[in-house]
């Protein structure tokens, strides 16, 4: 005779057995295991001596009675704890015994090896020259601690320790821990810039400018949108080129191949073929206008940057968008390449600095040094750094972390534009229409100019929207909001001695953030 099993679902037989082993163990529910003694012992000497072998046997403290009384008078007043005993020495254990010296037999006495006493350290340093007994004294009084300490006496060292120390070298410690406040080094003499050609041409707000690779000639971008060619050496235009539908804020000119590119309000990025004068490639992608343009010095690679927020890396060639670099909550105003790491550096109006990671197309590193929209940014051409403008002041920071230098304060104005060269001129422009000249290592601030609107302009229209060194760096091309190009160069007859340094070091200090 068979009984029929009642049949019940996987689900049902789950949880049945979810309960059981619940009702088995909610007794000891969260109880920690049982620690076996052994297994604990052979753990504990495993750890002691793999991590503390090196200093598993240290010396074992043997301290006399009469410690205090070999101590000089000015020392009676910090009382020491000790244990019963004569001799004041250490005796230090778990080390090879070796004799005192050659012929000389081991025996019970001179298995033991002494160090002097705390008396005798403190007699013997005094009788050093102070700088060197500060020296030894110190070293001396840090390995008496660490004996002190490991004895289980850590307080019972401290006053003898302090006491030599500030006697001997007048707080050691403290001394270590006080700094000079920050003072700004000389600066380099640099002599003053001046004038030298004003260009007219363009109908509207000079936007952008780039020097091409052979010095020949410069590339202009304007709000009238028009990019003009003009000759470096006579100032003369060449040539005109339209396309642009809406202010041209970028251009850049390559030096791995025959090509201008271009962006501009109107949301295009175009590439100009320089043999035909025509365009011949459009990047399409970025929601809003494009501020600003970079080429990649070693790699075919372009970068924009934009209103949408975001940088966007091009395939020059297969006009292939690689990378669209987002992580900016604003507008991005300004995009620089370099060959070295980090390759992209974005500036933003959400106050802050970028460092990407090219390959990846990810952030290496953001500064939120600065407090308001940084519109511009400049490589030094010779050293791993570089600086940043913005409403607030100039900061200069050090590759490849961002690691801030100092900050280069005084152009109280909104900085537009950037540009230094290798001689160390760091030029900061503004909107106002000031130009500052600094002195890139210090940070001084050797001329400031304000150069006079075209005939015919307000003087409201005084700004500063781009300057550029050309490649030789003896020019300093400046785009303008009178709608001219302004060619500044070294004053040839100036000296140190016509203009001086006007240097106080006393006032001039470095912010430390």
Not at 43 to 55: F, H, I, Q, R, T
Request: aromatic letters at 8%; a positive charge.
């Amino acid at each position: 005779m068979t009984e029929d099993v009642q049949k019940h679902s996987v689900h049902t037989l789950v949880f049945r057995s979810l309960k059981r082993t619940h009702d088995m163990f909610v007794s000891d529910q969260a109880k920690s295991v049982a620690l076996d003694d052994e297994s604990y012992k052979v753990k504990m000497d495993v750890k002691l001596k793999a991590e503390y072998g090196a200093v598993l046997h240290m010396p074992v403290l043997k301290e006399g009675k009469d410690r205090v009384s070999q101590l000089p008078g000015s020392m009676l007043g910090h009382h020491s704890y000790t244990q019963p005993g004569d001799d004041p020495d250490y005796l230090i254990t778990g080390t090879h015994a070796y004799p005192s010296g050659p012929g000389v037999a081991l025996t019970a006495d001179t298995k033991m090896h002494r160090n002097p006493s705390e008396g005798g350290i403190y007699s013997m340093a005094l009788a050093l020259p102070p700088s060197q007994a500060r020296q030894d004294v110190s070293r001396t009084a840090a390995s008496v601690a660490d004996i002190h300490r490991h004895a289980g006496g850590a307080e019972r060292s401290h006053p003898m320790s302090s006491a030599v120390s500030l006697l001997e070298g007048g707080g050691t410690r403290n001394s270590a821990l006080m700094r000079k406040a920050p003072t700004m080094p000389k600066p380099q003499w640099h002599p003053p810039w001046k004038l030298f050609r004003v260009i007219s041409g363009h109908l509207g707000w000079v936007r952008s400018i780039a020097v091409e690779p052979g010095n020949q000639w410069f590339v202009t971008g304007s709000a009238d949108r028009t990019i003009k060619i003009w000759d470096l050496a006579s100032g003369k235009l060449k040539l005109s080129l339209t396309g642009h539908i809406s202010t041209v804020r970028g251009v850049a000119v390559s030096s791995r191949s025959p090509y201008l590119f271009s962006c501009g309000e109107d949301k295009q990025v175009k590439c100009w073929d320089l043999e035909y004068n025509k365009v011949i490639r459009h990047y399409h992608g970025h929601l809003s206008a494009v501020y600003d343009i970079d080429l990649h010095p070693t790699i075919d690679v372009l970068v924009t940057c934009s209103r949408d927020a975001s940088a966007r890396v091009w395939d020059i060639r297969t006009k292939a968008n690689v990378h669209t670099l987002t992580g900016h909550t604003n507008t991005v105003a300004t995009v620089r390449c370099q060959a070295a790491e980090p390759q992209i550096i974005t500036g933003s109006h959400d106050s802050t600095i970028r460092l990407w990671d090219l390959i990846a197309g990810k952030t290496r590193a953001t500064l939120t040094n600065h407090k308001k929209s940084v519109r511009t940014i400049v490589l030094h051409p010779r050293q791993y750094t570089f600086a940043s403008g913005s409403a607030d002041n100039v900061k200069q920071w050090m590759f490849p972390d961002g690691n801030f230098i100092q900050n280069l304060s005084g152009h109280n104005a909104i900085i537009n534009t950037l540009a230094v060269n290798s001689d160390g001129v760091l030029v900061s422009g503004a909107d106002n229409g000031t130009i500052h000249m600094w002195d890139w290592r210090t940070g001084y601030n050797f001329q400031r100019i304000h150069a006079a609107v075209q005939p015919g302009s307000l003087d409201s229209e005084s700004g500063i929207f781009a300057c550029m060194f050309d490649h030789s760096e003896s020019r300093l091309i400046t785009a303008e909001a009178d709608k001219t190009i302004k060619v500044y160069k070294e004053d040839d007859t100036a000296t140190e001695e016509s203009h001086p340094i006007n240097w106080k070091p006393e006032i001039l200090k470095r912010k430390r953030f």
